[in-house]
């Protein structure tokens, strides 16, 4: 037989029809089921079907049209290629049985180990013979010395070659191995399609198989085309290294083309994410309502890509996503992922509660069922302010029975869940016994997405049966996570015009329209991430393709996209958090040469975000009225305080008895504080009334006994809780100064943590009752006095007593009597400590209890309650979102 047959055929729309025409050319019948056709994606496989079909001008019987790797499989499995994970565990165990590295992720290693091996074993390279060698090689690649660091990394690399070339062969290896012997025995004539030049190792095996069968290998080449587009990129990205070398107006001259790439090449600057997605979707919708049939999203920035998506789904416009997601980023993952945050860190509450409510859990029960069961959950764990133990959390199941269908689930799981050390099939079994156990099984099985991650389950653990490495916790997770970062996940149920993709899945493909997303200099260029031997000498010594080679890949990438699609975009954002973001350096070269050559440039602003045809008029601010029914017949100060600060807040809160959700604390915060220095003041003056007399040091070791004892009765142990202990500790012997002081004006405790009513007849009828919980009252012969402590600092507290509206102390002072005579704040922070008191407590007293009277038999007649609250009234409002103050008419 003869050689290989070589077609260097341009890219573009004419591609696949000059490939179909050369094979036609050679098997001279309509009956092709004889040859092999070779391409390198599947994606291009139906194109070049119907353009044999329609070269032949009739019917004809179709040849296989299959990727390399597809073809090649049975004879490859032949020579039983270690699966892809069982390799990554051999690998890991020599790396973590050598200790040649720190114990961070050694999975991400040895995935940089595999892809170098790999990379040797595709273009043919190899390594010296010995480390000794390697070293020096690297050494003269970096002009470097006696160097351990070469050294090292020699010693390093040499030993895991060598460990990977004994036993069973890798996949890549497999496919060479496999190729041959498909050569050796039954060799098809072969049609290879090619994107460009082939690995050394591949073109070797094609003359092998040319000397056996008719082989033919199209392969896409832009230099010397005739197409006037590829004639402009080739002079702006020049195939040929020494054309490359010549000043951009030099290579321009050689044009004698009109402006081709006018109405082909678009490139769109936005100012913001916002603007660039707009931009996307306008061109979209231009393509579609100009007939297009196909248009590519090409995601290089996949967050631009999902917004534009969303707004597109918005308008109705679905979109087939090819290029896929991260197995890791969907529900199904994440369940999984909360499952190990639970079991390992013994159920932190916020875990707990992300773990419940996934769409997952509990899926065998009735949904009424599963959702009390979680807001039982949630009611447990803010109303006890639960923050660590599924134990715990079981305790408080007989106050809240609803959630015991969920904790006893979780309890199952934890015991199915062991975070022992195992091997990965003990790890996977672990896994399905958990999911079974929390009632996902099913549901999963249900959901796409869930599919495919048990599917990917089953195949781990076909794979690694009989994987004998036992991993820890952290490394099993490390490994796990790394493959579901992996595995993609593709919604095949979309069929649409519109398509999500990526650049390298475009190549010798054709569109309508393209527009590729997120075209800037930090995400549109070449593939370097070579952590390994990244330095060009040392790969170009071993074989190894350097980063010009990258740099061709993108630009062919680039130049077939525009060559195959009647239309490109591209668009990036100018601007990025503030700061300058560049047009990616070979499109920003290529605008240079359009305004060079042509006189104009490429480059327009995108359209502003369009805006709404109709100016917002706002939300109306709210202002119920309360039904009479529904008036509350017992008032507090602190539901007085809020009916004067904002009267829709208090309709909401006290009325229809809505409020906010009860959060975990988990670490003391100043009221805690605050509530934990009333209780040991109310402990310590029931035993001690009067200190006048006593031992200061033994009155200061009683408060201190009282404040730890008040401390650690809640569980707070903590650094920020010893820091509030040792802030109060500290104004110990002031607060005793200033008791001795009161004690010395004749002042003396009477009682602490005082609960009132008092009945508030109506002019109206309707009752009345106010009501409150006196931090402290203190007499003189007749006279009385109600203090409240408080932990600010003194002056602020006497503008607030001195401030009309304040309320807090005026209620006390009515609950009380007109025997009140001193009515003040505590203040028990700050620099000095001291009382803050009301001018005229009476008076004060009585001026409320009108102003209280006169609100609830105004709200009896139907007043508005209106959401006028300002300032911290509002910035600190749990019920702000129901008002919605923030979308307000102004």
């Known amino acids: 037989m003869g050689g290989v047959q070589f077609h260097r055929i341009a890219p573009g729309a004419g591609f696949v029809d000059t490939c179909a025409q050369t094979l036609l050319a050679a098997a001279r019948s309509r009956d092709l089921t004889a040859w092999r056709v070779v391409v390198p994606n599947l994606m291009i496989a139906p194109a070049l079907k119907q353009a044999l079909v329609r070269m032949a001008g009739g019917a004809l019987l179709l040849p296989p049209v299959e990727t390399l790797q597809v073809h090649l499989a049975p004879w490859a499995d032949a020579f039983a290629p270690m699966a892809e994970h069982r390799r990554r565990f051999a690998l890991y165990r020599q790396l973590r049985d050598k200790r040649w590295f720190a114990q961070g992720n050694l999975w991400a290693l040895c995935a940089e180990f595999i892809a170098l091996f790999d990379e040797l074993t595709e273009h043919g390279a190899g390594l010296p013979q010995d480390a000794q060698a390697l070293a020096d090689q690297l050494a003269r690649a970096y002009a470097a010395r006696d160097d351990d660091a070469l050294r090292f990394e020699a010693r390093v690399v040499h030993a895991l070659w060598l460990a990977e070339s004994v036993g069973a062969p890798s996949l890549v290896a497999a496919r060479l191995l496999g190729a041959a012997r498909w050569t050796a025995s039954a060799p098809a004539p072969l049609l290879v399609i090619a994107e460009g030049p082939l690995a050394a190792p591949w073109q070797a095996w094609l003359e092998a198989h040319a000397e056996r069968a008719p082989v033919m290998l199209c392969q896409a080449d832009r230099s010397g085309a005739d197409d006037p587009v590829l004639q402009c990129l080739e002079a702006t990205w020049p195939t040929d290294p020494a054309r490359s070398m010549l000043p951009l107006k030099s290579r321009l001259s050689d044009l004698s083309v009109d402006t081709p790439l006018v109405g082909r090449i678009a490139m769109r600057s936005a100012d913001s994410l916002e603007q660039e997605a707009h931009a996307v979707v306008n061109e979209v919708h231009r393509a579609l309502v100009a007939g297009a049939q196909s248009v590519a999203l090409v995601a290089v920035d996949r967050v631009v890509a999902r917004r534009a998506r969303a707004l597109l789904e918005r308008d109705g416009i679905l979109v087939a996503d090819e290029s896929g997601w991260k197995l890791s980023t969907t529900r199904a993952a994440a369940l999984v992922d909360a499952c190990f945050k639970v079991f390992h860190h013994d159920g932190y509450h916020r875990d707990v509660l992300d773990l419940a409510k996934s769409p997952f859990v509990l899926s065998d029960l009735d949904d009424a069922v599963r959702e009390e069961a979680v807001l039982a959950l949630e009611q447990a764990i803010g109303a006890h302010n639960h923050v660590l133990g599924l134990d715990a959390l079981a305790a408080l199941q007989a106050n809240h029975p609803p959630m015991a269908p969920l904790l006893e689930r979780l309890l199952a799981a934890r015991a199915a869940f062991s975070t022992q050390p195992g091997t990965p099939r003990h790890w996977l079994q672990r896994i399905a016994a958990m999911l079974d156990a929390l009632g996902a099984t099913s549901a999963l099985a249900q959901d796409a997405a869930g599919q495919v991650l048990l599917d990917w389950l089953e195949a781990r653990a076909l794979e690694l049966q009989g994987e004998a490495c036992e991993l820890d916790f952290d490394e099993w997770r490390a490994w796990f996570e790394n493959g579901l970062d992996e595995a993609l996940f593709r919604d095949r149920s979309i069929r649409s015009p519109v398509i999500l993709t990526h650049l390298p899945a475009c190549r010798l493909r054709g569109f309508d329209v393209a527009i590729v997303v997120g075209a800037d200099d930090a995400q549109l260029q070449a593939d370097d991430a070579r952590p390994i031997f990244a330095h060009e000498g040392v790969r170009l010594d071993l074989g190894l393709p350097g980063r010009p080679s990258g740099i061709r890949r993108l630009r062919d990438d680039l130049a077939g996209l525009i060559a195959g699609c009647g239309r490109v975009v591209f668009t990036w954002q100018r601007l990025r958090e503030g700061e300058p973001n560049a047009l990616a350096a070979d499109l920003d070269l290529l605008d240079l040469a359009h305004r060079m050559h042509f006189g104009t440039a490429l480059v327009a602003p995108a359209a502003p975000v369009p805006m709404p045809a109709r100016a917002p008029l706002g939300t ?57 220095v009333h209780v040991v003041l109310d402990r310590f003056h029931q035993q001690y009334p009067v200190v006048t007399g006593e031992d200061d040091a033994r009155m200061l070791a009683v408060l201190e006994t009282l404040s730890q004892e008040a401390f650690e009765a809640a569980g707070r142990r903590g650094f920020l809780e010893r820091a509030w202990l040792l802030r109060w500790c500290e104004r110990l012997p002031d607060y005793l100064a200033w008791q001795r002081g009161r004690e010395a004006e004749g002042w003396r405790y009477a009682v602490g943590e005082h609960a009132v009513t008092r009945p508030l007849p109506l002019d109206d009828g309707g009752p009345l009752t106010l009501s409150g919980r006196l931090d402290r009252v203190d007499r003189q012969g007749g006279q009385m006095a109600v203090l409240d402590y408080k932990t600010r600092d003194l002056d602020r507290l006497r503008k607030q ?31 000095r400590l001291g009382a803050a008191a009301v001018a005229d407590p009476a008076a004060h007293a009585t001026a409320h209890l009108a102003r209280l009277s006169g609100l609830f038999e105004r709200l009896g007649q139907g007043a508005g309650m209106v959401a006028n609250g300002v300032g911290s009234a509002c910035d600190w409002c749990e019920v702000r979102g129901v008002c919605r103050k923030d979308h307000h008419a102004r």
């Open 801 to 831: 007593a001195n401030d009309p509206e304040d309320v807090q102390l005026a209620v006390y002072a009515a609950l009380m009597g007109e025997s009140v005579t001193q009515a003040a704040y505590v203040s028990l922070d700050g620099d």
């Open 620 to 676: 109306p601010v709210p202002a119920p009225t309360m039904p009479a029914d529904l008036r509350p017949a017992r008032i507090t100060a602190y539901g007085y305080e809020a009916l004067v600060r904002c009267p829709y807040q208090y309709f909401v809160r006290f009325v229809l008895g809505l409020d906010g959700v009860e959060t975990v604390q988990e670490a003391m915060e100043k009221r805690d504080y605050g509530q934990f």
